[in-house]
């Protein structure tokens, strides 16, 4: 079998994240992982009502994780996927921890992306209710670009009988 040409078949185009704590308050519209959020003004907080692992179930609000302004990683986009402009936000519920695979999980993650530009944000306070040990410091981020081949374990399942 040409192992080579088949990794070169498999070879996918990736963004690749690097994170550094920021000193200070990052610019209004910057790329980040935690920290205020930087949100439309007529954004509503997200929220999940589930169990934790306890069995305690409550309405909890969803961690923020980070945001991506596109424009700073649009040149990176080799595969033409991501959109020019705007921002995506990342959010998830860290007391409950689910996964997605059943749908009562729906609502525990969220991926919203708002089409407008950095002058449209504010600053957005973290809900009172959200944990402290569910709140991230906020760092910097710094993008590259990569070339990626499949793992050691997804080659073998995809290759072999």
Known sequence: MDYQNIFSVLEKNEIHIDYQMAKEPLALGTSKIGGKPHLPKHFEWCYYEGEDYDGNRENRPLTFLMQINCEEI????????????????????????????????????????????????????????????????????????????????????????
């Open 74 to 161: 649009k040149s990176l986009d080799k595969d033409d996927v991501l959109p020019e402009k705007g921002f995506l936000y990342f959010f998830y519920e860290l007391t409950s921890l689910r996964w997605g695979f059943e749908p009562s999980d729906e609502g525990s993650a969220r991926v919203l992306y708002f089409d407008g530009s950095a002058d449209e944000l504010e600053v957005r306070e973290l809900p009172e209710e959200l944990e402290e040990i569910n709140r991230f410091p906020e760092c910097a981020l710094r993008f590259s670009t990569h070339t990626n081949i499949p793992s050691y374990e997804e080659f073998s399942d995809f290759y072999t009988d």
